[in-house]
């Protein structure tokens, strides 16, 4: 007892002094009886203040013990169908663009060709359908085994049907609207080049990528999976027919003048022609100034009317005020809509759009994160879209405003 009556004593010591420091200690201490009574409700009050506290705090004292937990409001999960992504970039080959078909039958256009996933050396390659409107994926075939830049890889889409050769000699046919293998062919030594026949049947020339005296091109029917060596000389289709075989109006070129343009249409001490891009009746000779080359030379262009003396217009293919890189413009004309891509002195490669029968500018774009590194594989004009393949992405752009609708890549496909 005479412990308990210490500890007890040193407590009411220790609250004595905590009173006079806050300024509460009466200035008489009270007898010792009293001073025991106070200091015993003091600590029993100050033990149920920190019950209470902690009760509070976590629930378990008093009556919200037992007091019935309010339901929390889960949040929804989104129905909305999130996109399969791919998370492969353009199999990027010179001068390699996809395919414009409409695969599922909705009047738009969409974009078939090669991918390749940088992540899985193994099996990097896919064949892939993106969808014309959303530019999400519609479908993916693959993985197949292929090198980076391969000579043997390539791809033609033919009927409703897609063909793709990989690095293992094989020859794969898949459906156009799902990307369902359907055959599977070899062709030893594998192909140099893979190309739909402009003969109006569902065939592609395999071109045989071993010398002609171990392997012969072959021709693939791709309906009745038919693989047979190649007879008589039949010809791809061409991104441009010859201006000779163009019918029906179709956009056609021809390297150099065509027989009858007019005087300035036509290479001369000051303008040299180096090609002629027609459709229909209209002409326009691509070309550069003839004297004082720099490698900077500002392509020009001469429109005309087949038949006619003079010329239409004439003039820069540039962006008023740029100045052209090391390197020649391209220009393609489809519906009327002369579009040239070129790099600009600056640095990024830039597209402008005229309109052929008038010359009149309508619209310009800069392709995005071009420049002066960036490597331009390929560049077309392909009805209502304008695409660039910059190093590994596929840039969308409309080709009546210039909008850029899709940078396609392994982060969005």
């Known amino acids: 007892m005479s412990e308990y009556r210490n500890d007890l004593e040193a407590a009411h010591r220790r609250i004595a002094l905590l009173e006079e420091a806050l300024g509460v200690r009466p200035r008489r201490p009270p007898p010792r009886g009293t001073r025991q009574l106070v200091g015993l409700l003091i600590a029993m009050t100050g033990v149920g203040f920190f019950i209470a506290v902690f009760g509070v705090v976590t629930g378990r004292c008093g009556p919200s013990k037992y007091r019935a937990q309010e339901p929390v409001a889960a949040t929804p999960a989104s129905t909305a169908a999130q996109p399969v992504r791919l998370g492969a970039s353009w199999y990027t080959q010179a001068s390699s663009l996809p395919t414009m078909v409409d695969v599922d039958g909705d009047g738009t256009k969409d974009l078939v060709g090669l991918f390749w996933k940088s992540n899985q050396d193994e099996t990097p390659l896919y064949a892939a359908a993106i969808d014309g409107k959303t530019f999400e994926l519609k479908w ?3 993985p197949y085994r292929s090198q980076w830049a391969s000579t043997r890889t390539h791809f033609a889409v033919v009927g ?9 000699d094989r020859v794969i046919t898949l459906d ?4 369902a293998e359907v055959a599977v062919d070899e062709l030893a030594g594998g192909a140099s080049d ?4 402009n003969d109006g049947t569902s065939r592609v020339l395999l071109r045989a990528a071993m010398p002609a005296a171990l392997q012969r091109d072959r021709v693939l029917d791709v309906e009745n999976d038919v693989l047979a060596p190649l007879v008589g000389h039949p010809t791809c289709a061409a991104r441009y027919e010859s201006c000779s075989d163009a019918k029906n109006g179709a956009p056609c070129q021809q390297w150099g003048a065509l027989a009858g343009a007019p005087k300035d249409a036509v290479s001369s001490s000051s303008f040299y022609v180096t090609h ?4 229909g009746a209209l002409a326009v000779s691509v070309g550069n100034p003839a004297t004082s080359p720099t490698g900077h030379d500002e392509p020009r262009a001469v429109a005309f009317m087949k038949g006619a003396k003079t010329s239409s217009w004439k003039g820069s293919l540039l ?5 052209i890189h090391y390197g020649s413009a391209q220009s393609e004309l489809r519906d009327g809509n002369l ?8 640095g990024p490669f830039k597209l402008v759009s005229r309109s052929a029968q008038s010359g009149t500018q309508r619209w310009a774009a800069t392709v995005p994160d071009s420049a002066e590194g960036s490597y331009a594989a390929a560049f077309g004009l392909e009805g209502n879209r304008v695409l660039v393949v910059m190093n590994h992405t596929l840039h969308v752009f409309d ?4 909008e850029h609708l899709a940078a396609l890549d392994a982060s969005t496909i």
């Open 399 to 402: 080709a009546e405003t210039g």
């Open 339 to 346: 579009v040239t891509f070129y790099q600009a002195q600056s």
């Open 176 to 179: 156009l609207a799902t990307g």
């Open 194 to 197: 893979v190309c739909a026949l």
């Open 160 to 168: 409703r049907k897609m063909v793709l050769t990989d690095t293992r």
């Open 276 to 279: 002629t891009l027609q459709e």
């Open 319 to 323: 962006i008023e005020g740029d100045e």
């Open 140 to 142: 993916s075939a693959g």
